[in-house]
């Protein structure tokens, strides 16, 4: 059913979508330079956790890569207390403002990230995984107008 797709793992797209200019102004001055969304993910749960890890490995990384988006950062706090939140950090590189906007029509007919995804998906009322997704738009600078992944020997 097309509703489950406008979950929490989309619905970030749209809100995001709608705050940034789509002028053909911007997009001629800020021309090379990617929009980068940054998303935080608190999660309900260590189990919640792990339920949005496998979905995000299994079905969430293809879709963003058949969608020709990438590299995509994914991350966690290395090291946390008993009792801590579970946070998962999303970086996702977009050639502009209007590719965030065509990613998520793309996600919306993407039938095997539907497929992939359907246990994450179909979390009702009483058992959402996430508890607050937080959303920042930033803009590539001239020192680094796109998303590059470091080298081997600085990693």
Do not use: C, W
């Not at 999660?43 to 079905?59: G, M, Q």
């Not at 996702?92 to 993407?110: H, M, R, T």
């Not at 994450?120 to 009483?126: D, F």
Request: charged share 30%.
């Amino acid at each position: 059913m097309k509703s489950t797709i406008h979950s929490v793992l989309l619905s970030a797209l749209a809100l995001a979508g709608a705050s940034v200019s789509l002028t053909p102004d911007a997009d001629a001055q800020d021309a090379g330079k990617q929009v980068f969304e940054l998303r935080v993910y608190n999660l309900k749960s260590k189990e919640k956790a792990e339920l949005f890890d496998r979905t995000v490995k299994d079905a969430y990384l293809p879709a963003l890569k058949r969608a020709g988006v990438g590299p995509v950062g994914i991350f966690k706090k290395k090291d946390t207390a008993e009792g801590d939140p579970e946070v998962r950090f999303v970086l996702l590189p977009y050639n502009s403002a209007d590719d965030l906007v065509k990613v998520k029509q793309k996600l919306e007919a993407d039938t095997e990230f539907a497929g992939a995804a359907a246990d994450y998906l179909s979390a009702g009322k009483g058992s959402e995984i996430v508890d607050r997704i937080e959303s920042t738009l930033l803009l590539g600078f001239d020192g680094m107008p796109k998303l590059t992944l470091p080298s081997a020997d600085r990693a």
